[in-house]
């Protein structure tokens, strides 16, 4: 079936370094993906979606491009600050069903 | 707008009780979800609604899980009996229309469970 799987956090990065997050997924068919965030003591919320093949998404200073070839969608951003502190989460729709499949989620901790 | 409300916000039980837990989805939204999310994983999905029918409660453990939605709107899940591995974030979320290309998910801040 569908799975999406993220790298393991905690990841901790001083502040104006450079971030990426690896996302991976199985998937039949061509699903959209998608990063949502969840920031301290607040629900999920879309930060960025690819809907098809080498599409990049980007919100905020980040971006991820959807990979078909290496089943890919990793998060990056040039130079993180202190308030992206928070949990990504890498997810995928079939498109079909309507339901989003997320994977287990990474902790960002920037540090000033 | 405002946005998807949930309530309680935190609920602490014993196991074998009962709970319920409500969510009013955003003004419009067709489809409502109910995930569950273990702490270190992230949201599994528990059942979908489109107006105020199922349309997914494969993951739904409907031995001690249900759920409602009444008149297409507010939805209630109920755990009874609750077990100690149902300690978990309950999320709720809606969309206008069923997840895709281009529909947009919102999801409340949660329910955390307690189960001792």
Same mark, same amino acid.
């Given at each position: 079936?569908?799975?999406?799987?993220?790298?393991?956090?905690?990841?901790?990065?001083?502040?104006?370094?450079?971030?990426?997050?690896?996302?991976?997924?199985?998937?039949?068919?061509?699903?959209?993906?998608?990063?949502?965030?969840?920031?301290?003591?607040?629900?999920?919320?879309?930060?960025?979606?690819?809907?098809?093949?080498?599409?990049?998404?980007?919100?905020?200073?980040?971006?991820?491009?959807?990979?078909?070839?290496?089943?890919?969608?990793?998060?990056?951003?040039?130079?993180?600050?202190?308030?992206?502190?928070?949990?990504?989460?890498?997810?995928?729709?079939?498109?079909?069903?309507?339901?989003?499949?997320?994977?287990?989620?990474?902790?960002?901790?920037?540090?000033? | 707008?405002?946005?998807?409300?949930?309530?309680?916000?935190?609920?602490?039980?014993?196991?074998?009780?009962?709970? #319920?837990?409500?969510?009013?989805?955003?003004?419009?939204?067709?489809?409502?979800?109910?995930?569950?999310?273990?702490?270190?994983?992230?949201?599994?999905?528990?059942?979908?609604?489109?107006?105020?029918?199922?349309?997914?409660?494969?993951?739904?453990?409907?031995?001690?899980?249900?759920?409602?939605?009444?008149?297409?709107?507010?939805?209630?899940?109920?755990?009874?009996? #609750?077990?100690?591995?149902?300690?978990?974030?309950?999320?709720?979320?809606?969309?206008?229309?069923?997840?895709?290309?281009?529909?947009?998910?919102?999801?409340?801040?949660?329910?955390?469970?307690?189960?001792?």
């Amino acid at each position: 079936g569908n799975s999406v799987t993220q790298m393991e956090g905690p990841v901790t990065l001083s502040e104006e370094a450079f971030l990426t997050i690896n996302c991976t997924y199985t998937a039949t068919g061509y699903p959209s993906l998608f990063w949502y965030v969840q920031y301290p003591g607040e629900g999920l919320q879309l930060l960025l979606k690819a809907t098809k093949a080498d599409d990049k998404g980007s919100n905020k200073g980040f971006e991820a491009t959807y990979r078909k070839e290496t089943t890919s969608f990793h998060l990056e951003k040039g130079s993180v600050q202190v308030s992206d502190s928070a949990v990504y989460f890498c997810a995928l729709s079939d498109n079909q069903g309507g339901k989003l499949i997320f994977g287990q989620g990474t902790e960002l901790s920037v540090k000033p | 707008e405002a946005g998807v409300a949930q309530s309680p916000r935190y609920k602490i039980i014993e196991k074998r009780q009962s709970v #319920a837990f409500w969510c009013n989805p955003i003004s419009g939204h067709a489809t409502l979800y109910w995930y569950q999310q273990i702490l270190g994983q992230g949201p599994k999905l528990l059942i979908q609604f489109q107006n105020n029918g199922v349309v997914d409660d494969s993951q739904l453990p409907k031995d001690r899980f249900s759920a409602e939605r009444l008149k297409g709107v507010d939805s209630t899940l109920k755990i009874q009996p #609750a077990k100690l591995e149902d300690s978990a974030v309950y999320l709720c979320a809606s969309s206008f229309d069923r997840v895709g290309n281009n529909e947009k998910l919102f999801f409340g801040s949660g329910t955390q469970l307690s189960v001792l």
